[in-house]
């Protein structure tokens, strides 16, 4: 089995670049199915939820091809099925992307449930709901969802929450169905604007994306294309956590400031030194830093997906902090890992209470899921000692090439076989 095996205590220093969006590109690679002809796509992470998504998509019949690590071409010009493979779609959750690409391209889409991060119900009615307001029908077994599109055209959808997920597939289904489609309570995540520019760029014509309300015209077709991924604000503000739990100084580099806004004011609230430059920013600790109540909300707020790592930097702030989640019924379950090593964290409910300022204790741990495992690699960089962390299938998932970025910020880490 492998292992991260850190020897942390060191602040981490000098420079790193992040990669392209996650959770923009396992949305754009479905897409492409809507497309006939060539899509090349650059700045894609190498990431194991890529390889997934693409062993999906070359199931269905698209010509897949990796010029080198961060670039994919794809062709969609002949596909064969609308029927998603079981055991891939299982591995990850984007895979119910699939549902609104496949609906658009084939008029019928046969998609098994999503796997994905286990953050208690993830329920999809909003999905179904959208597609309905769309004249697809829709029905579950205990595996599949069957989408019969025969009749899909535009329509209006309200959703009753902002879902980043449903807002995506109504976008996917709609951009070929025929008239108008007005989402409101829509996502406005910058991997929705991505998808959106992503697909104006190959002939869609939706307009207010990043507003909660979008507006879809559809077109007849979409043609091929060059476009390339935004970077991840999410692994942006994992290493910019990562170097303010140890100490550091260091500059953040291919970020979009703008996408790390409520980030950003999190941490200068702490009393950290952030620096915002074109396309990077400066992180630093230069003072003691001080405790904050966080809530994690839908963009613009402080995003679910830094909630653990900013929980781990909480530990190194002396007094009491809070962090409420926001979005997710259950995402604490990681903190279990962290009291091992001598994390003083109470739940109550949806929010924890981090009593910061002892320093965490070096031990063995697991990625309990893929921001979990982030927030264990920082406890380990920031615990006088030798820790190892287990279970890396889920950081795998998401997190391109962490190993040698961290040496790159002078990390004492490396993977092993155990
Ligand atoms: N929800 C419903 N019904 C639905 C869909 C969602 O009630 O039909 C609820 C969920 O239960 C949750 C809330 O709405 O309470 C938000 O869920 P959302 O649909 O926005 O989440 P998602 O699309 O499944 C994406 C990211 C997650 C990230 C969330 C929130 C991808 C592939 N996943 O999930 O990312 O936590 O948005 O920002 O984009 C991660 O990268 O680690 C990750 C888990």
Not at 2 to 9: A, P, R, S, Y
Not at 184 to 197: F, I, M, S, T
Not at 297 to 316: E, K, N, R, S
């Amino acid at each position: 089995m492998d292992k991260l095996v850190i020897n942390g205590g060191k602040p981490l220093k000098g420079e790193v670049t992040i990669s392209g969006a996650k959770n923009a590109v396992v949305a754009i690679i479905p897409a492409v199915l809507l497309v006939k002809g060539k899509c090349r796509i650059e700045n894609v992470p190498d990431i194991s939820d890529v390889d997934s998504i693409l062993k999906m998509i070359a199931y269905l019949g698209a010509k897949v091809d990796k010029p080198d690590c961060n670039t994919v071409e794809i062709d969609c010009t002949n596909l064969n099925t609308h029927i998603v493979d079981k055991e891939l779609a299982a591995k990850m959750r984007a895979s119910y992307y699939l549902m609104g690409a496949l609906a658009g391209r084939f008029r019928k889409a046969a998609v098994p449930l999503p796997g994905g991060c286990n953050f208690g119900l993830r329920p999809i009615d909003q999905h179904l709901k959208g597609f309905n307001s769309l004249g697809c029908i829709t029905e579950c077994d205990d595996v599949y969802v069957n989408i019969d599109a025969g009749n899909l055209r535009g329509g209006n959808v309200f959703f009753d929450v902002v879902s980043v997920g449903a807002t995506i597939n109504v976008m996917l289904a709609a951009v070929l169905a025929p008239g108008k489609t007005v989402m409101e309570n829509a996502a406005k995540e910058p991997h929705v604007v991505d998808l959106a520019n992503f697909l104006n760029s190959m002939g869609a014509n939706i307009k207010g994306a990043g507003t909660d309300i979008i507006k879809i015209e559809g077109v007849s077709s979409l043609s091929g294309g060059t476009y390339s991924i935004i970077p991840d604000q999410i692994e942006a503000g994992t290493y910019m956590s990562a170097v303010l739990a140890t100490g550091g100084d260091a500059i953040i580099k291919n970020v979009i400031p703008k996408h790390l806004d409520a980030i950003t004011a999190k941490f200068m609230e702490m009393g950290a030194v952030v620096e915002e430059f074109d396309d990077s920013v400066r992180v630093a600790v230069e003072a003691p830093l001080k405790p904050i109540n966080v809530k994690t909300l839908p963009y613009p707020g402080f995003p679910t997906d830094l909630q653990p790592q900013i929980v781990v930097l909480l530990t190194t702030v002396s007094g009491q902090s809070t962090v409420t989640e926001g979005v997710w019924d259950s995402r604490f379950q990681y903190i279990a890992e962290l009291t091992k090593l001598g994390a003083d964290i109470d739940v109550q409910g949806k929010r924890a209470v981090v009593n910061g300022g002892a320093l965490l204790s070096p031990g063995e741990v697991e990625a309990t899921d893929l921001r979990a495992g982030a927030s264990m690699v920082i406890a380990g960089l920031l615990a006088k000692g030798t820790t190892k962390i287990s279970q890396l299938r889920h950081i795998d998932r998401g997190y391109e090439h962490i190993v040698d970025k961290l040496r790159g910020l002078g990390a004492d880490i490396e993977r092993i076989d155990e």
